[in-house]
């Protein structure tokens, strides 16, 4: 069963539908996006500046305009349009290519899927990823360092080097090929439950459900790697010597639930993302490319 319970689609077109609804939910969930990075890079502190979802989107838009909430959405659909389409577009290939060797449909091939589709996909776009961070996290600074995106690639590179576009790269295949496997793995197992169950049909209600279970199930598999990144990402160069040093740092500063930072905004984020991306998704490839439902 394909993660959209629809039937199978050309890659070029479910490319196509999955890049469509990776943006559209990007654009959506960016505010809490934003929220949650200045949430886990927030220092451990008495008085934080930022407390909660709400406090945090309330503060920026206070301090630096409702635009900043948007910050990075330009890096933010570049990296939908090729992460987006790449770990759903190979999702379905790669599961048809481990559930020959496997012999079967299990949940353990649904996963190694989620986590191999994940992983090409990020290690391609981490640079969008990048510097979507570093946008977010440059706060109200004038002038801003990275007034846009092509610049900050630009500006990285001649500052840094070329590779310094891939900084975090270990980390981030870590938390995109984890979340990627958490959110395919679970929405096509719980999907596949439910219209088992006869309770549901394959329609908006089911959709929803499924989309929801996959973004709690990939926010708590995927929060510490995902603080580490945002952390690595958004640090001066040589601060971290690399992923195990950021997590010993991290965990020494500002303790073990430092990992969970943002969890609130993170689910809120993940769950909103879910729910677009996945609706949008089933939409797409049905009335666009003429997919059939199950």
């Known amino acids: 069963m394909a993660p959209s319970g629809s039937s199978s689609l050309p890659f070029p077109q479910t490319f196509a539908s999955s890049a469509i609804a990776a943006c559209t939910a990007e654009i959506v969930s960016l505010p809490l996006d934003t929220a949650k990075v200045l949430l886990q890079l ?37 990296r939908q349009v090729i992460y987006g389409g790449l770990r759903i577009g190979l999702y379905d290939p790669v599961k048809s290519f481990c559930t020959s060797i496997a012999g079967g449909d299990s949940l353990g091939v649904k996963i190694a899927s989620g986590l191999l589709s994940g992983a090409i996909g990020i290690t391609i776009a ?44 270990g980390p981030n295949i870590a938390r995109n090929a984890l979340i990627n496997a958490a959110e395919l793995a679970s929405y096509d197992q719980i999907k596949q439950t439910l219209l088992g169950s006869g309770a549901f049909k394959d329609n908006l209600y089911c959709h929803i459900a499924s989309s929801l279970g996959a973004g709690f199930v990939a926010v708590c598999v995927g929060s510490p790697v995902d603080v580490v990144k945002s952390r690595m990402m958004g640090a001066p160069a040589g601060m971290y010597s690399g992923m195990m040093d950021a997590f010993i740092q991290t965990a020494k500063k500002d303790g073990i639930m430092a990992f969970y930072n943002g969890f609130g905004p993170n689910f809120a984020r993940l769950g909103t993302w879910n729910v677009v991306m996945f609706v949008t998704l089933e939409q797409v490839k049905q009335r666009v490319f003429g997919a059939k439902p199950n």
């Not at 206070?62 to 933010?76: M, N, Q």
């Open 126 to 169: 981490s640079p969008t990823d990048l510097v979507k961070v570093r946008m977010q996290s440059q706060g109200k600074q004038v002038p801003k360092k990275y007034p846009s995106a092509v610049s900050a690639y630009s500006i990285i590179i001649k500052e840094e080097g070329l590779g310094a576009l891939w900084t975090g790269l």
């Open 42 to 78: 927030q220092k451990k502190d008495a008085a934080p500046k930022y407390k909660g979802l709400i406090g945090t989107c309330m503060t920026v838009a206070r301090e630096e305009g409702s635009g900043a909430l948007w910050k990075g959405l330009g890096p933010g659909l570049q």
